[in-house]
């Protein structure tokens, strides 16, 4: 029970932390807000400000801005249509970079204190496409298709979405063999030549993962002063907000299904479970892992609430620059219709996603 609480709870800061970029820039751009809610639900206790309600309600999944003439403009002088449209833009935008925001200071927090894990090689599997790429035992991976590695759980996770791909591998190996150890390639003194190679991945089906063919030996080290922390806290989130949008590509091109798709109730089941299994190392080991998952989800939110969908903050970002090019904001009765139109899809494939989590929390308990 404490597992699925410290989901829920996670998952709603999230969302409620993303509520708050909204609320804290309205305030700023002297928009009205009439509520600001922790939790959805009934309310359990609220007071009223000066002009805002403030509410914590019953449910832990996340929060609400209510801002004045958010839809429809009632002439009111604070109302959101009434503002400059560059200050609603900020105050939409809000939102997704707080999820940034959020998901960066995740970052720094588990990196600060675990260290980073270069994606060097301590190995190469027989038989797989990194040996017949010519990669060697020590070879430290650089970048694949362009994209930049500065962990190894970066590795592991392009190799994933880019099932069957031809991936162009840039790598590091050491001129005078120093390399071999994942030790050195902390030092500052390594000499290392830059190679290039191509491969595809296979399908492993023990691990049932792609797998281009390399084993790895963890090695944590601290980074290198503060930007160099920063540094890899921010591409945390970057990776994180690629990976995002990339997994669309896999849902297009087959390689995904519906039944994969998954929503709060399969990601709250997933969470607790994830806590189950490293309770055991201790508490600590949980809120990293919290603050682990919580950097996937912060990006994830983040990037996909920028997205040109209607209804979502993006959407009405769109919107929002087309006024501001033209000068005059698009006719709001058929913006409406737009977001609508957007919401019920929306609606729809949130009802999709939540059939599938049902079902298969309903086939994991049957087993």
Not at 143 to 153: H, T
């Amino acid at each position: 029970m404490l597992n699925i609480l410290a989901a829920i709870l996670l998952f709603g800061f999230i969302v409620m932390f993303h509520e708050l970029g909204h609320f804290l820039l309205a305030k700023l751009n002297r928009v009205g807000v009439m509520e600001f809610s922790i939790g959805m639900g009934p309310r359990l206790f609220s007071f009223q400000g000066k002009k805002t309600r403030y509410s914590l309600k019953a449910l832990p999944l996340g929060g609400s801005c209510a801002m004045v003439d958010e839809d429809t403009d009632s002439g009111a002088a604070d109302g959101f249509l009434r503002k400059p449209v560059w200050a609603k833009i900020s105050v939409i935008a809000a939102g997704p970079i707080f999820n940034f925001i959020l998901a960066f200071l995740f970052g720094v927090a588990i990196v600060g204190y675990r260290g980073y894990d270069l994606p060097v090689a301590t190995g190469i599997l027989e038989g797989y496409p990194a040996e017949a790429a010519g990669l060697k035992d020590g070879d430290l991976i650089l970048s694949i298709n362009g994209q930049r590695l500065m962990d190894y759980r970066d590795l592991g996770m392009f190799l994933q979405l880019h099932p069957e791909t031809r991936l162009k591998i840039r790598y590091g190996r050491s001129k005078d063999g120093q390399g071999a150890d994942p030790e050195a390639w902390y030092a500052d003194d390594v000499d290392y030549e830059v190679g290039t190679t191509e491969l595809v991945t296979i399908f492993n089906e023990e691990s049932q993962s792609y797998m281009m063919g390399i084993e790895h030996l963890p090695q944590y080290h601290p980074p290198k002063g503060f930007f160099h922390l920063c540094q890899l806290g921010w591409h945390e989130v970057m990776f994180q907000g690629r990976a995002a949008i990339e997994s669309f590509g896999l849902l297009f091109r087959g390689y995904l299904g519906t039944e994969d798709l998954g929503g709060p109730v399969r990601i709250v089941a997933d969470i607790g479970q994830v806590v189950e299994e490293v309770r055991p190392a201790g508490w600590l080991s949980v809120l990293l892992t919290l603050m682990n998952i919580g950097v996937v989800l912060s990006a994830s939110l983040g990037t996909m609430n920028l997205l040109p969908i209607p209804a979502l903050d993006g959407g009405r970002l769109a919107f929002l620059l087309i006024e501001a090019v033209r000068g005059k904001a698009i006719d709001q009765e058929k913006e409406g219709m737009v977001h609508m139109v957007g919401l019920m899809l929306l609606m729809g494939l949130m009802l999709l996603i939540m059939f599938n989590d049902i079902r298969n929390l309903m086939v994991g308990w049957l087993r």
